[in-house]
């Protein structure tokens, strides 16, 4: 099945009689693991409850662009740069009408414009409202901006016509929604990435360790296997479902991610080191649970060795991206890393801002590489995530490697 595993959709549903289809677009979603939020303009209410978008999505539905109380919760702007794909099901005639124009009057209208994440709009009016030059024009604009068009299908309409306007069916909506992450830029290559934290045992029941969620790990194994690679996922413990078509292979401690990595790294044509490993472990690990009988305890810690450093310096090396999690100088530790890890790429986070880094649903990275950089502005991991695979795949292409 076509998958949007851990992608972020909000669905706009505007006033026509295709409206109540949108319930059943709802749970064609979510089946292809989609987090999906509901905008509804004033007239698709007339056509749907909220309250059954409502339990449909599992999140209050929102219809009100002035309206205070929703904005502390999920406001216009936060919920535009939350989503990874906008789609717009059913679009009727006026609502293309007011995309093409630009407007912001209502809640729908203001979040499409406030987002950068891919619009695919489903049409859906009468026939001859279809055909008419003005909607026509107005949908030639769209799609000349870079919006997806999904139908309209044809047949009989509800008002008796027959001919093009039709909704198209919610579960060809969610198949051409899956369909715009998907690309062939990866295709045919083995990828290797590393996600989450490591954990060194101190003692039977205590480890060091750190706060990477695995987020930002996963979103790029989900968005290579949208890419068409072949991936193996190497992931600390972590409390996320793994990326449909993704092989993964759970490690706890550096030791055990450095035998895994090692054991692939002759089969792989790119390396992705995403995981927050540590750069040290106890130096002996307690047979018993350490008692706390003395005042203070000093632990005794030793290097792990460099995973990322030892994947690129191998005979048969892919090409290989590292991450750089800095708090301050990013650029300078960063292209220190790039340096003496050797490395094609490295993707620089600045994990001192808690919007983004460990443990968020955000990013922002900077990634450099010999002869260049690239800023990736702010948006959920997953945006990023496939922003990084074009990227990658794109300098793996270059001459110049
Ligand atoms: O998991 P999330 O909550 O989504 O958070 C994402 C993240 C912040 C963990 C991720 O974006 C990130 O920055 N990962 C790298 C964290 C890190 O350990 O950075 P570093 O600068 O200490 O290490 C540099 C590189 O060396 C990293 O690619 C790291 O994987 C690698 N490394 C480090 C030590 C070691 N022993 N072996 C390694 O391979």
């Not at 909704?167 to 989450?196: C, H, K």
């Not at 035998?259 to 106890?282: Q, S, T, W």
């Amino acid at each position: 099945m076509a998958h949007l595993f851990n992608r972020n959709v909000v669905l706009g549903v505007s006033g026509g009689i295709a409206a109540y289809k949108s319930a059943e677009l709802v749970r064609q979603l979510k089946e292809r693991g989609a987090d999906v939020r509901v905008v509804m303009t004033r007239g698709a209410q007339e056509f749907i409850t909220p309250l059954t978008l409502q339990a449909l999505s599992g999140h209050p539905v929102h219809t009100e662009l002035l309206d205070t109380e929703a904005e502390l919760g999920m406001g216009h702007i936060e919920l535009a740069r939350w989503a990874d794909l906008l789609i717009i099901a059913p679009a009727t005639a006026d609502l293309i009408a007011r995309l093409a124009s630009g407007r912001a009057d209502d809640l729908l209208t203001t979040v499409a414009l406030a987002t950068a994440a891919p619009k695919l709009v489903a049409p859906a009016m009468n026939q001859q409202m279809w055909r008419d030059p003005a909607t026509s024009a107005n949908i030639d604009t769209l799609q000349d901006r870079g919006m997806s068009l999904v139908g309209p299908a044809s047949g009989e309409q509800a008002c008796g016509d027959v001919g093009p306007g039709r909704m198209e069916q919610p579960v060809n909506i969610a198949l051409a929604a899956a369909g715009l992450f998907a690309n062939g830029a990866l295709a045919g290559r083995r990828v290797v990435i590393t996600a989450g934290p490591t954990r060194e045992a101190l003692d039977p029941v205590r480890y060091l360790s750190n706060h990477s969620s695995g987020k930002m790990g996963y979103a790029l194994a989900a968005a290579a296997v949208d890419a068409g690679a072949q991936v193996t996922l190497i992931s600390g413990p972590v409390q996320l479902a793994t990326p449909e078509h993704a092989e993964r292979v759970d490690v706890v401690s550096a030791a055990q991610m450095l035998d895994a990595c090692l054991e692939r790294v002759k089969e792989c044509d790119l390396f992705i080191a995403c995981a927050a490993v540590a750069d040290y472990r106890p130096a002996t690990v307690a047979a018993g649970k350490i008692k706390k009988d003395a005042e203070h305890l000093t632990l005794e810690l030793e290097r792990t060795t460099d995973i990322l450093a030892t994947v690129s310096g191998h005979a048969q090396a892919p090409f290989t991206v590292g991450f750089a999690a800095e708090t301050h100088d990013l650029e300078q530790y960063a292209r220190g890393k790039l340096e003496r890890k050797k490395l094609d790429m490295i993707v620089a986070n600045d994990v001192s801002d808690t919007a983004i880094g460990f443990n968020s649903d955000q990013n922002a990275v900077t990634v450099f590489w010999q002869q260049g950089s690239c800023a990736l502005a702010q948006a959920s991991k997953s945006t990023i995530a496939r922003e990084l695979i074009a990227l990658i795949a794109q300098r793996m292409e270059a001459p110049d490697g």
